[in-house]
């Protein structure tokens, strides 16, 4: 069976650019999480997406945003890029969604604001 | 691969030793923790996970323990083994409707041969 795939693996955005990530959930899984880890900040919570539906989001700005489509494959979106928006993004899905349903991650997409 | 944390604390065990990593947690409320393993290109790996209405599980070769009046975790790993080098975080959660986990910082696990 097919694990978590996020595109692309690297980017590398000039600041003030916008970006979109990618994500394909394993097949039937309803929920994506999303994560931006740091070596300051570690692994932060960004948002949650089951059934099309923003259910969570984290303490991010709103040039952070996503989205999730009919085939549960979702993507996320950083406008106004800054330098601190450099970072390992990291989706996560799950069958339902629910606090005790295990997460299976994606290897991240590594970008990088010059 | 990317470097998951450049100042994460370290514990050197010798293989075969046991490990024991800690997590202090941060919300009282949470009810559901999991630790995860991630080795250097991957994703974190979920290892064994634990409800705030127990002290200890076990899986297979680890253990984890609960102390919820200190808020805190530990992850034991019987005989450790090279391919256990890793960083190693805890989670909490508090949704049970949601997989919104707050992350611990980590601990880089490394196996002397």
């Known amino acids: 069976k097919a694990g978590v795939t996020q595109t692309p693996r690297y980017l590398i955005k000039t600041r003030g650019q916008q970006v979109t990530l990618s994500c394909s959930p394993i097949?039937?899984?309803?929920?994506v999480s999303w994560y931006q880890q740091t070596p300051g900040q570690g692994l932060q919570f960004l948002f949650e997406?089951?059934?099309?539906?923003?259910?969570n989001k984290g303490n991010f700005p709103g040039r952070f945003s996503g989205r999730q489509f009919s085939n549960s494959r979702s993507e996320m979106n950083v406008s106004t890029l800054e330098l601190g928006d450099s970072a390992l993004y990291l989706c996560?899905?799950?069958?339902?969604?629910?606090?005790?349903?295990?997460?299976?991650f994606g290897q991240g997409t590594r970008l990088t604001v010059v | 691969g990317e470097s998951v944390g450049l100042h994460l604390p370290t514990l050197s065990v010798q293989e075969g030793d046991n490990s024991i990593i800690n997590c202090a947690y941060s919300?009282?409320?949470?009810?559901?923790f999991i630790w995860y393993k991630q080795e250097s290109g991957k994703g974190p790996q979920f290892i064994i996970d634990?409800?705030?209405?127990?002290d200890k599980r076990q899986g297979q070769r680890v253990t984890v323990l609960l102390n919820k009046t200190v808020k805190h975790l530990s992850l034991q790993i019987a005989a450790t083994q090279p391919g256990d080098s890793a960083v190693y975080f805890c989670?909490?959660?508090?949704?049970?409707?949601?997989?919104?986990?707050?992350f611990g910082p980590g601990t880089r696990l490394s196996v002397l041969p």
């Open positions: 996560a899905s799950s069958l339902a969604g629910t606090q005790n349903t295990e997460a299976f």
């Open positions: 097949s039937g899984h309803r929920s």
């Open positions: 997406y089951f059934s099309e539906t923003q259910r």
């Open positions: 919300n009282s409320a949470s009810d559901y």
């Open positions: 634990i409800r705030s209405n127990m």
């Open positions: 989670a909490e959660n508090w949704d049970n409707y949601g997989q919104n986990f707050v």
